[in-house]
């Protein structure tokens, strides 16, 4: 009696089929084992080809500035330009929750047109009337500041780091705030320019902030979780 070489061929492919399904279930158990995930290596693969997925990042929160999708605008004059957000002039804050207490936040290509200065919050909390901790780029105070806010109302500086022949305006810089614990430590372009000690606010996200006559305008933002 002759044999259908076509059910035969698709006997064969369930076959196959079984015996890929098998394998599979083997490597999802042995990774488990030694507790690597699906997504590592997913990531782990998608950068050996120089992708990025989104999906793979380990940031809290990352944005950069395509929309305000993510913030809370509270006042000001907040806009896209050029694939920048630009703020001022004028009173200005926005503000984006982040679930954790310790994190860093990387705020990059941040320049500063016109006007005195410009503000990143952390641990900030009641957008409304925002209570946290306030890093001020601030030219009108002549150097890099530290301040508590409470109910929208800001507290003289705990910090100010003094710079002196100082060009304010000519290039982007970027900052980074450290938040670990009680301790809160800022750099600019990669340099640490003071380390301060509050317990007064252990949680609560981030923002910027305008005022007065400033025009500034920031390439991108990211906050990630400390080692």
């Known amino acids: 009696m002759k044999k259908d070489r076509s059910f035969q061929r698709g006997q064969g492919f369930v076959e196959y089929a079984l015996v890929i399904v098998l394998v599979a279930v083997v490597a999802i158990l042995v990774l488990q084992i030694f507790g690597i995930s699906l997504k590592d290596v997913f990531c782990a693969s998608m950068q050996a080809i120089g992708a990025q997925p989104a999906a793979c990042s380990s940031s809290l929160f990352q944005d950069d500035f395509t929309d305000l999708s993510q913030w809370t605008v509270i006042k000001g004059k907040w806009t896209n330009k050029n694939g920048q957000l630009c703020g001022g002039p004028g009173e200005g804050q926005l503000f984006a929750a982040i679930d954790a207490t310790d994190y860093e936040v990387v705020l990059s290509g941040a320049k500063l047109d016109k006007g005195d200065g410009y503000g990143l919050f952390f641990r900030s909390t009641n957008f ?26 800001e507290f003289s500086p705990h910090v100010s780091v003094r710079k002196t022949n100082y060009d304010y305006y000519s290039q982007p810089h970027d900052i980074k705030v450290v938040v670990q614990g009680s301790t809160y430590t800022a750099f600019v372009d990669g340099q640490q320019v003071y380390t301060v000690t509050d317990s007064t606010y252990s949680t609560g996200g981030i923002g910027l902030r305008t005022w007065d006559a400033t025009e500034v305008c920031f390439d991108s933002i990211q906050v990630n979780p400390l080692p």
């Open 128 to 153: 409304q009337k925002v209570s946290g901790y306030n890093f001020q780029y601030d030219k009108g105070a002549g150097g890099y500041l530290f301040r508590e806010w409470y109910q929208g109302s």
